[in-house]
C-alpha cells in the first residue's frame, strides 16, 4: 500500500503521533512524537538512551500513529536507531520543515522505522 495524495497530505501537516515500542517488560511503551514519512521511511528524532531508543534496541517492532478528527494512518515496521551525522542532520531537516527548527542536541539520533504495514482511515491510502 502507498498513500494517496490526500494521505501525503496528512503526513505533512502538523500532526503529533504516538509511537508505540515494546517496553523492558514486554508491554507497549507509547509516547508523543513528531514525526516525518518521507521517501517511504519514518524518522522520529530523540535523545540517544531515551526509553524508546533503549526498546528499539532490544526490539525493533515499532508503530507511528497519527489522528486527526476522523483521520488516522498507522505505519508499522523493524525500527532501528541512526547516529551517523548526515542522518541526524538530514532528520532534523525534514522535522523543520514539518513543524520547527528542532533546539540544538548534541546527544540527538533517528529512530528509523523502514513500513511493513501501513493501516489507514479512507481516502490515505491506496488499495
Avoid: C
Amino acid at each position: 500500500m502507498t498513500l494517496t495524495a490526500e494521505g501525503e497530505r496528512f503526513v505533512a501537516d502538523r500532526h503529533l503521533a504516538t509511537l508505540s515500542t515494546i517496553g523492558p517488560r514486554g508491554g507497549i511503551h507509547v509516547v508523543a512524537v513528531g514525526f516525518t514519512f518521507v521517501d517511504g521511511v519514518v524518522r522520529i528524532i530523540t535523545s540517544d538512551g531515551t526509553q524508546k531508543v533503549r526498546n528499539v534496541e532490544r526490539d525493533p517492532r515499532a508503530t507511528v500513529a497519527q489522528v486527526a478528527g476522523p483521520q488516522w494512518l498507522s505505519i508499522a515496521g523493524a525500527a532501528r536507531i541512526e547516529r551517523a551525522p548526515d542522518a541526524v542532520r538530514r532528520a532534523e531537516q525534514l522535522y523543520a520543515e514539518r513543524y520547527r527548527p528542532p533546539r540544538e542536541n548534541p546527544r540527538r539520533v533517528v529512530i528509523r522505522i523502514d513500513p511493513e504495514q501501513l493501516l489507514g482511515s479512507a481516502g490515505l491510502l491506496t488499495r
